[in-house]
Structure formats: C-alpha cells, structure tokens
C-alpha cells in the first residue's frame, strides 16, 4: 500500500500556546505540571488531526519544550559540566538552564550557543562536545510519548536525530577532538533506543541525517557506513532515513547503499527530480519516501504534479514501497490556516500550512494508491489553483516583468570607480576622520509601540500618528546633536520590522494574522508572504526622512532594508526562482534609492543583514547565489550620483569566505559587526585589502553593558593597526532598537569620545 505519512509537526499550537505555556513557567506564574499538561494537550491534538486526516505514519518525538536538537542533547546525556548534572533523567531545569542559561540560588551558567538549522530561520541548540564525555540514555520522552500516543489508540512513528547529522552539528571544545570515535560514542545509546521502541511495538523508527544534503566528507562517509550497519542489526524496527532541505547529488550513492528499511527524498523545488536517479540504484526491498509536499513554504501542492511523481515511481517499485511525505518536517510551516481571518482571500485560497499539508499528503496517497478517479475532484481543484495563479493579475505585472528582463550593465554601475566618488564625497560631505554614526534604529520605547498599535487599530488617525513619530524623530535628531555624532539617522521609530514595513507598502506582499513559525526556544516569527511580481506603489520612506532632515543641518542618513534580506526572511514564490523575485525586489528599493536622492538626502544605507545566511547549502552553489546577491545590491544601489554616500550593514557575519563579493557590491561604506570578537572579523577585510570605507562595530548592542570610552579606543586602534585611518567609521554593531535610552546616552556618548581620542592622536602623529 501507498503510505501518506509525515516528518514533524509543528509542536507550538495554532495560538502559540505552547510559548504562552512555557514563558508563563519560566516567569514562575505556572507550575511545571501546568507546563507538562499543555505539551500532552497539544501532541494529543497534533496527533488526532493527522490521524482524522488519514496518515498512516505519525511522527512521535517531534515536540519539545524548546528545541529537538536539544532534546537530543538530553537523550545522549551529552549534558556539559558547567550544568552540574546529576546524572540521572535530565530535569526540565537543567533543560531549561542548558537553552537560555540560569542566573539563580547562587547558579550562573550559560546558556548553550545557537545556530541556524541548515538554511531554514529555525535556530537549534550546538551539542558541545567535552572531553571524556560518555554517552548514557538519560531521558525518557522519547519511549513516554510513543506510549501517550498509542493510550490513544495511536501507533506513531518516533522520530530521532541522526548520529552523524548530531555529531556534525555539534563543537568540539577541547583539543584533539575525534569525529569518529565521537560517533561511535553515541551507537550504543541509539541501539539501546531502537531496542526499547522495538519492545514497545514501534515497526518503524524515522533518523533524520540531513547532513547528507551537504558537502559529506570522508571521515563522515566512514562514519555513516559505521552506524547504519550497526543500527540496522537491532531486530524487530525498520529505520527510514530521512535527508531533506536539498538534493543528495555525489551524496546519493551513500544513502542508497546504507541498510536501513527506507530512505526520504526531499523532493519540493529545491530537489524536485532527484527521485529519477534515486530509483535507478534504489536496493531490492528498500521503501522510498517521496516528500513531494513543500514542508517550508506556504503554497498548496500541484496534486497532479506529485501524483505523476509518485506513479511514475510506482511504475518502477510498486506500491508497497512507497510514502508520500512532505520534503521536510513541517516544524517549518505554519500551523493552520484555517484561522486565517484577515488575509485576503485571492492570496488565502492558494496557500496551505501544516494542516492543510497533511491532508494534501493523504490526497495523493489516496491517488497513488486507489488510482487518478479517486481524487478526480481534487486534482481538478489543484489544477483550477495552479491556472489561477499562472494566470492571474494580481501575482503578474508585465512592466516588472519587463523591467527586470532588460537589465542594462549602467543599471549595475556607480558612474565612477570609488577612488574617484571617495574624493568627491569628501568633499561633498565634509566629515572629520573617525566619522561617527550609528545603524538606523533607536530604542523603540513603549510610547512609540503603542502609537504604531493604535494606528493599525484605528484608534488614532493618521495625522496623530505622524505628530507622534515625528516627535520620536525630534527626540532622536536633538540627542545626535547634543552627543555630538557626525551622520544622523532618524530612530525607524515608524518600523515594526526591517523587512515588514517594507513589504507592507510593496504591491505582491501579503501578511498573515496566524502564520507564525517558530524561530529558536519561545521565539515565533511571522515572515511575511511574497506571492506576485513585486513593485512599488509609492515612495515609502521619504517623507519620514525628509522631515528628518528638515531638523538638521548635518547629514541625515536615509535607511532601507536591501533585496537578500527581504527575500531570506519572507516566504517566497514557488513558480519562479528565488533569484528572479529579488531581482524585482532590488528595482523596487533602486526606486527608493532614487527618490531619496532627489529629496535632498545625501547618504542612503541599504541593509543586508541576511547577506551571509543566504548562502546555499553546497559550496558549488555558491557563486551563483553571491553573483545574483551581487546585482542584486548593484541595481538597488547605482542609480545614484558620486556624491551620494552609500552605506550598507551586514550583522552577525563572518567574512572570510564572502569578502570578494561584499567588496563587489561595491557600498561605499560598511558597517559589521565586531565588537564581540575583538576586531578579528576584521581579518577578512584585511587579507583582502577591502578598499572602500568600514565601519567596524566598537559598541555590543547585544548586551546591556555600557561600553567605556578606553574600551572602544582599544578596539579603534587594533582598526587602525590594520586599515588606513581614512577608511575608519566609528558605530555601534547594529541597530539599537532593543536597547533602552539608559544605556544607550552613555553608550553613544563614550563613543563619541572615543572618536575624539582617535582625532587628536591622528592630529598629534602628523604634527609630529
Ligand atoms: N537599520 C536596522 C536597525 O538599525 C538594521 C538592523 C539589522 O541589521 N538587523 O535596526
Ligand atoms: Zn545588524
């Protein structure tokens, strides 16, 4: 029989009770029964809904507290020292201290640190590896929520990280750390799990090794060799090894020859035809799971296109080996649309989130098994959709179309090399050395929440609210001054968020009410939804920085969020590549760009603080991605005349393997951060003679801590040791909109001194 089955389903709750539930406990305002309640309401609701939607394989395991990565951690009872584990069954403290530290009774530990989770906005805890540690089942969830589920008549599928995808996802923090022996020091925790699942009835156990999607080398080939043939002898549970967020490509000949049950296909449009090579080398027996249902965007699923897939498929292997699946755990869509009561209907009637994904799922097994007339309603249904967005005008507009089909080499180019633009800039804007500025946003105060709330609630009118922001932008313009800072901005008191406020004026955005999606730990995000050919209307930040600098007479820097950053944090296009919607993002901003320009505004950054994370997965795929990255930043930014300062920012990132397309992308200045690592990430910017202007963070807008004026000449002169003075901006390392106005006045203050400091040093060596 054709299986429908799933991978993972959102653990947070349509309304984000489980955020509500946890927050409340970590307040202290509920008890950890409280807390442990919710969690088994929400799987037992989880479960149901994909059991009355007819899956025949539902994931177990897949819900956790904060984070399965971390949970993870705590099966191994790979617990670190700093804990002062027990170690005995981890407790939902020590879990609690390892996701976000602990600052009680005399305990002060850190938190574990964060990453992205391949290329996704999930952030997953890093398992730390110590010396001497050893591996001891140490948690029971695991074999408790299989049970939970089957008290209510429910045989799941319990889900697993896989051992190299761990260990690969995990830092060693000590010296002469062994990645195999590492591995090896897990199996026979993992045997022991599948063990118990077995006893317990499980048939089938689901290892996700997406580490498999990526460059795998030889120390990794060997060790997934090593524990597949190992795991695979415990009796009585057939392993399904999921990979997924991309294509196996040299990777699928390891997949294949592993001697596990069944192996998992991403096959969204990121890896839609890998299921034709995988059926060539697929073993005798072996199950193929087709996971043709997008479980990272928001779009219905082409039904006729998954059902040819899954019965050209059948044609090869028959039906009884074959799920039907969605490409990835849909922990990264959101959870019901259903509850959607504010998105537009055209947009809503296209889409489908977690729930609508697995009945999507059902449908075609349904198909694959029982034959195209037992479906013949909803293929056609699938089909009217698909025709109503190739088709329709509010997702097409021929002159976007058009424009970004005629792109001119002008369009990619400032009129002069920078040496040149340098000089007349210099001119133009007349700033000291050591120019001082900051990145856009200040602290965003309850007042400034609460008049953008009322607004958009329409209790006050747009008038108000403009008297109200303006004010904001008085209070900000009036402490640059008195501090003394050189390059103003206006506070982006106006913006909720750097990419929504942009893509709520854009024609071809929508934005939902309920389409959260978790981010790390209790944190939810809510991308918003490019579904067509994306313009723009009207200017969108001009006015604001007009007045602005209106109040001035120093430079007012206008503030705008760039094409890769819009793109990577929003749910994007399926029916065109990524790479043709931020094109036509870059055109819209270039608009923007350009209508700053002629209001009089002589600096213009274009932030792209995603310009890192938005790397491919596979190191081939990179220079297509940075090539595209690049013009995309050049369209936006060249329309303008020498004069004209562009600025950009880049947070977070490391430079090392980018620094020659940061450097095409040719800003005039940027501005990173590199307060935290002590100037090193300057590194890359040296090694590489990086020749236009940088403005190395001096100010960790992360902490609380007030930095001291010594600190930041401390950091200003590691800078100067390894750039020339006149390359040298003095900010903090991104915006400060989380921060309060009481730290930062002193913050920007010393920073301000520490500029001074810089002069008067540069002034006394050329005297001398
Ligand atoms: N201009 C934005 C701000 O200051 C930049 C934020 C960011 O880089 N994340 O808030
Ligand atoms: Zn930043």
Redesign the pocket.
Known sequence: MVLATNLGFPRIGDMRQLKKAVESYWKGKSSAEELLSTGKNLRAHNWKLQKDAGLDHIPSNDFAYYDQMLDMIATLGLVPKRYNWDGTNVDLDTYFAMARGAQKDGVDVTAMEMTKWYDTNYHYLVPEFEEGMSAKLSSAKIFDHYEEAKALGIDTRPVLIGPVTFVSSGKPRYDGFNFAATVENLLPVYEEILTKLAQAGASWVQIDEPALVMDVNDEQRAAYKNAYAKLAKVAGIKILLTTYFGELRDNMDLAFSLPVAGVHLDLSNRAPHQYKDAIAIIPENMVLSLGVVDGRNIWKNNIRNSLNIAEFVEGHIGKDRIMIAPSSSLLHSPVDLDSENALDDKVKSWMAYATQKVSEIAVIAKGAQQGRDAIANEVEASDAVQEDRRTSKRIHNDAVKERVANITPEMTSRKSPFAVRQKVQQSALNLPLYPTT????FPQTKVIRKARADFKKGRIDEAEYTETMQAEIRLVVDFQHDAGIDVL?HG?PE?ND?VEYFGEQLEGFAFSKFGWVQSYGTRCVKPPIIYGDVSRPNPMTVEWSKYAQSQTDKIMKG?L?GPITILQWSFVRDDQPRAATSKQIAFAIRDEVADLESAGIRMI?I?E?AFREGLPLRKSDWKQYLDDAVEDFRITSCCVDDATQIHT???YSEFNDVIEEVAAMDADVISIETSRSQMELLEAFVAFKYPNEIGPGVYDIHSPRVPTTQEMVDLLEKAKENLDERQIWVNPD????TRGWAEVKPALNNMVEAAKIMRSKAKASAAA
């Open positions: 900051s990145i856009g946003s901005v982006e913006r750097m503030m969020t950054q932030d603080a920012h880049m947070c991104c915006g400060l909109k």
